[in-house]
């Protein structure tokens, strides 16, 4: 569902009038570049029709991380190599965020995807990424999938350094 998006203008706020450097201090943490594997976890849904929440649940059961992978950081760091071709805002010392809406058209009307996630540097071997995706569906899809409120999905992933 995540797959095609539409792009956020860049970098909105403070963010985007003074670079991400408004925030940078002596504080900043910069993850290694090298080996980096990711463990993530469903937290919750609510509003999404059965059929989804066991795909959703038999997906994380079976392939609920990533890596080991080489990720090169830049210095200073941007979230951009760790999690895909979005626009990220900086939104406090080693605290990011991304925000994004996609829009499918249907026979039935308009599929509509919104995805919030931030990203906590913790260290340098350590990321938290928590992810909030809203699917709302069209009246005739609803009904037909047996919900009458947007499927809310929220995940966890926590990336560790592995090595060089």
Not at 25 to 39: C, F, N
Not at 80 to 107: C, P
């Amino acid at each position: 569902m995540v797959n095609s998006v539409f792009r956020n203008a860049k970098r909105a706020g403070l963010a985007g009038l003074f670079g991400a450097a408004a925030f940078a201090s002596a504080a900043e943490i910069q993850p290694k570049t090298g080996l980096w594997q990711g463990q993530a976890e469903l937290l919750g849904q609510s509003g999404c029709p059965p059929d989804l929440v066991a795909q959703m649940s038999e997906a994380f059961a079976r392939e609920a991380g990533y890596g080991p992978k080489h990720i090169a950081f830049p210095a200073p760091f941007e979230p951009e190599s760790l999690a895909g071709d979005f626009t990220w805002t900086q939104l406090g010392e080693n605290l990011w965020r991304a925000e994004f809406q996609d829009i499918k058209d249907s026979a039935m009307g308009a599929l509509v995807t919104d995805h919030q996630i931030d990203l906590k540097v913790l260290s340098e071997t350590e990321l938290e990424q928590v992810s909030s995706l809203r699917v709302t569906f069209p009246p005739a899809l609803a009904k037909m999938l047996a919900t009458d409120a947007p499927c809310a999905v929220n995940t966890r992933v926590i990336h560790r350094y592995a090595g060089p």
